[in-house]
Nanobody, 121 residues
Framework: QVQLVESGGGLVQPGGSLRLSCAAS????????MAWYRQAPGKQRELVAV???????YYADSVKGRFTISRDNAKNTLYLQMNSLKPEDTAVYYC???????????????WGQGTQVTVSS
C-alpha cells in the first residue's frame, strides 16, 4: 500500500504564508504526476497545482503568482508554498500522486487525508 500524509496546515492571517508538505511512503517504484487539490465547505474539490516528474508545473488562475508547487523526488515529498493568502484560500488541501508501485505495472492514483488551511483575521 501507499500512504500520503499531508502536514503544515493551520490558521493564518490574510497576507500570511504557509508551507504544506505531503510525504509518500510504502512500496513505491516511481511517482509520476503529483498535485494539490482543495475543497472549501459547500464546494467541489478543485485543482490547485500540478507538477510532473520532470518538474513541469501548472497552476489554477486563482493561485498563480502566489503559490509555488515543488517536489523532492529523493524523499518522495511534495510541497506547496502559499504566500499572500486570502480568506478565499480557506479549504481542506489534499495531496494527490500517481504512483507506480512495481516496475512494469499500471500507476494508480493515491490521495492524502487532507490538511485544513484557514485564512482569517
Amino acid at each position: 500500500q501507499v500512504q500520503l500524509v499531508e502536514s503544515g496546515g493551520g490558521l493564518v492571517q490574510p497576507g500570511g504564508s504557509l508551507r504544506l508538505s505531503c510525504a509518500a511512503s510504502g512500496i513505491i517504484f516511481k511517482i509520476y504526476t503529483m498535485a494539490w487539490y482543495r475543497q472549501a465547505p459547500g464546494k467541489q474539490r478543485e485543482l490547485v497545482a500540478v507538477i510532473t516528474s520532470e518538474g513541469s508545473t501548472y497552476y489554477a488562475d486563482s493561485v498563480k503568482g502566489r503559490f509555488t508547487i515543488s517536489r523532492d523526488n529523493a524523499k518522495n515529498t511534495l510541497y506547496l508554498q502559499m504566500n499572500s493568502l486570502k480568506p478565499e484560500d480557506t479549504a481542506v488541501y489534499y495531496c494527490n500522486a500517481e504512483v507506480q508501485r512495481v516496475n512494469g505495472t499500471v500507476p494508480y492514483d493515491y490521495w492524502g487525508q487532507g490538511t485544513q488551511v484557514t485564512v482569517s483575521s
